[in-house]
Nanobody
Framework: QVHLVESGGGSVQFGGSLRLSCAASGFTFSSFVVRWFRQAPGKERELVAGISGGGTNTNYADSVKGRFTISRDNVENMAYLQMNNLGPEDTAVYYC?????????WGQGTQVTVAP
């Protein structure tokens, strides 16, 4: 059975940091691209960062470049999103996504709230 489980969300002060984790099971994790999305209230879900299966290629939304870092550990079947210098605009539910061709898996999301 496929599982993607996010953790590490919470409340943080302006300028603070959080590290989100995504635990994967039930599929060949290293073959899948992993992406982090977020959705703020009243807004569409947006792509935040992505990382290739082997971890060598990454990409980021312009709004988080230089502040967020995506990484993965294919031995532990984990993905991470290190978020630094957080601002209120980063408040959202963050989702882990794994995809390979037409196969997509989603986690349940974890809330990140940044106090001004």
């Amino acid at each position: 059975q496929v599982h993607l489980v996010e953790s590490g969300g919470g409340s943080v002060q302006f300028g603070g940091s959080l590290r989100l984790s995504c635990a994967a099971s039930g599929f060949t994790f290293s073959s899948f691209v992993v992406r982090w999305f977020r959705q703020a209230p009243g807004k569409e879900r947006e792509l935040v960062a992505g990382i290739s299966g082997g971890g060598t290629n990454t990409n980021y939304a312009d709004s988080v470049k230089g502040r967020f870092t995506i990484s993965r550990d294919n031995v532990e079947n984990m993905a991470y999103l290190q978020m630094n210098n957080l601002g209120p605009e980063d408040t959202a539910v963050y989702y882990c996504n794994a995809y390979l061709y037409s196969t997509y898996y989603w986690g349940q999301g974890t809330q990140v709230t940044v106090a001004p």
